[in-house]
């Protein structure tokens, strides 16, 4: 299966659990890699062949943004389910960090996969 990597998506939201954490927007990271089969776009180069990457991306930012979710893995679960919708996409695979998170790392995260044959 072919892949459309987003890479390094910066969205600005709340998330977490602690009471300053649900006050102020924080960075969230976000990753995607699509898996579809782009065989007939690469002969065709015609976009309506191929996964619309700009509107995912523009689809999971907005949530990003204004979900509130407490948890990472919640996130990464409704974005999951927001590339799922694109009828040409077979499965995903989104990580999402919190830059920041745990002094001394650079990011704390969680990463899943989802598919049409695997739901959450």
């Given at each position: 299966m072919d892949q459309i990597i987003i890479k390094d998506l910066v969205a600005r939201g709340i998330i977490?659990?602690?009471?300053?954490?649900?006050e102020k927007a924080q960075e969230i990271s976000i990753n995607i890699v699509l898996y579809a089969d782009l065989q007939?776009?690469?002969?065709?180069?015609?976009?309506?062949?191929?996964?619309?990457?700009?509107k995912i991306a523009k689809k999971a930012l907005a949530h990003a943004e204004s979900a509130k979710r407490l948890t990472v893995e919640a996130l990464a679960a409704d974005?999951?389910?927001?590339?799922?919708?694109?009828p040409k996409v077979h499965k995903v695979r989104v990580r999402v960090e919190k830059p920041g998170?745990?002094?001394?790392?650079?990011?704390?995260?969680?990463?899943?996969?989802?598919?049409r044959t695997n739901p959450e």
């Open positions: 977490g659990i602690n009471d300053w954490e649900r007939k776009a690469g002969e065709s180069d015609d976009l309506r062949d191929s996964v619309d990457y700009r974005i999951a389910g927001l590339c799922l919708e694109e998170a745990v002094r001394f790392a650079c990011s704390v995260g969680v990463e899943i996969e989802r598919s």
